[in-house]
């Protein structure tokens, strides 16, 4: 079953402006991590935050963990035409270290020059 | 850096042929995957193993096996094609949480 659901499903932005993904989930969690996908390639990790987190960053990435509301947020600031690609939430299903991974359906995000 | 490599990028067998679909990584990972992704389905679990000869399976296993015999070595068998398999195979590997995915292998079955 797919725990993570982001939304929107596709985002279209101009090159320079940020853009902001979401992503819900619906059982506890001991963290939740983002990937991206160009197209037709493999999946790439971009960032992991604990369920005692709340805020991180790296580079031109920010996200956010609300695990009262079960949600995370990505932001990307400043985006390039190098963002355009596919992002997906996923959360591990239990909390121990051999736990299977699960995904969303991914968001589509097109940054155009 | 991980590498996690498998076997062919694109792969076209007919119906009804035994496919088998090789993932290699070469970072003494305990856990392996193995996830088709479709249009508007998102990556879906076929198989999880947690260590060798260890199994489990994911949310749509039907149609598939698995075998892990050596650590680093992960293979997805389809036991007789069918035209509903075409699709994306991405195959992955995961070490404190965070998973390292090959490059895909799109099946068609023809």
């Known amino acids: 079953s797919q725990q993570g659901e982001e939304d929107p499903q596709a985002l279209s932005i101009q090159e320079g402006e940020n853009a902001t993904m979401n992503c819900s989930y619906k059982?506890?969690?001991?963290?939740l991590q983002w990937y991206r996908q160009n197209s037709g390639r493999g999946l790439v990790h971009l960032i992991l935050i604990r369920s005692n987190e709340r805020e991180k960053h790296s580079g031109r990435l920010r996200v956010t963990l609300d695990t009262s509301k079960k949600s995370s947020s990505l932001l990307i600031t400043a985006s390039r035409a190098a963002d355009t690609a596919s992002y997906f939430c996923?959360?591990?299903?239990?909390?121990?270290?051999?736990?299977?991974?699960?995904f969303g359906k991914g968001i589509t995000l097109s940054v155009r020059p | 850096d991980v590498k996690v490599t498998q076997s062919s990028r694109y792969l076209v067998k007919r119906t009804g042929e035994k496919v088998f679909l090789e993932c290699v990584q070469d970072?003494?990972?305990?856990?392996m995957f193995w996830y088709r992704q479709d249009p508007g389905l998102g990556l879906r679990l076929i198989y999880f193993s947690y260590d060798v000869k260890m199994k489990e399976k994911g949310d749509i296993p039907e149609g598939y096996s698995v075998s892990r015999e050596k650590k680093e070595r992960f293979s997805l068998i389809l036991e007789s094609a069918s035209t509903n398999q075409t699709s994306m195979y991405l195959c992955a590997s995961s070490w404190d949480f965070k998973a390292f995915f090959g490059q895909g292998t799109r099946l068609t079955v023809v």
């Open positions: 970072m003494d990972h305990e856990n």
């Open positions: 996923a959360t591990p299903l239990r909390a121990g270290a051999n736990s299977k991974l699960t």
């Open positions: 059982t506890s969690i001991n963290n």
